[in-house]
């Protein structure tokens, strides 16, 4: 369900990639991109979970948008955040 200050990440997963985009820019938090062999990387965190976004550099398609609540998401950009940073953003009150 979605609400006025976030997206469970049921609901994410249930709506089109326009939707998935539109609460991204909404409620998601920028955390880091990253570039492998002409694929980007974005890591955003929304809340409670985080939402990789995988983009063709050559074209700039969206090539897919996927939450997950596994940290193992984190694996690829460690080096380049702050951990410490994401943890603020998913232990926030939703008041």
């Known amino acids: 369900m979605a609400t006025t200050d976030h997206m469970t990440l049921q609901c994410f997963h249930d709506v089109s990639l326009t939707e998935k985009a539109k609460a991204i820019e909404r409620w998601g938090v920028?955390?880091?991109?990253?570039e492998i062999l002409g694929v980007r990387f974005m890591l955003y965190a929304m809340n409670s979970y985080?939402?990789?976004i995988t983009i063709a550099s050559s074209t700039c398609?969206?090539?897919?948008?996927?939450g997950t609540v596994e940290p193992t998401v984190m694996d690829l950009?460690?080096?380049?955040?702050?951990?410490?940073d994401a943890t603020r953003v998913l232990n926030r009150p939703y008041n």
């Open 30 to 34: 920028a955390l880091t991109t990253t």
């Open 61 to 66: 398609e969206i090539l897919s948008i996927n």
């Open 50 to 52: 985080f939402v990789e």
């Open 77 to 84: 950009y460690l080096e380049r955040i702050d951990i410490s």
